[in-house]
């Protein structure tokens, strides 16, 4: 059975991060273990949507499956396309989503 403790596990097993639905907060974790991220154009998401720089750190696909799909074979046919989105989402959450971040710092 599936439970909360176990999410880090899967986030490392994969190599890509998928969210058809409405984002949010699975982006920062996406981010956090240097996935990139795909996911469709919707007015539906929530802002952390705006973390996502399309053809950098992940894809947002047109809200067509045919768009979608096509979006998540790119990455898994290109390692290197791939790799490269996951680095700029990782370093991505390292300087600008961590704590150590003066913007989201209590002391601030």
Do not use: Q, W
């Not at 998928?18 to 996911?39: A, Q």
């Not at 929530?46 to 768009?67: C, N, Q, R, T």
């Not at 989105?85 to 601030?108: C, H, P, Q, V, W």
């Amino acid at each position: 059975m599936f439970t909360i403790e176990d999410v880090d596990f899967y986030l490392l097993a994969s190599d890509i991060s998928v969210m058809l639905g409405m984002t949010g907060l699975s982006i920062v974790h996406s981010f956090s273990v240097g996935h990139p991220f795909v996911t469709i154009k919707s007015p539906y998401h929530s802002p952390e949507v705006a973390y996502l720089k399309h053809g950098i750190s992940g894809l947002m696909s047109e809200s067509d499956i045919d768009f979608f799909c096509a979006a998540i074979e790119s990455l898994v046919v290109d390692p290197y396309l791939r790799n490269r989105m996951g680095i700029a989402a990782l370093n991505y959450a390292k300087t600008e989503l961590s704590r150590a971040n003066k913007r989201f710092r209590a002391d601030n």
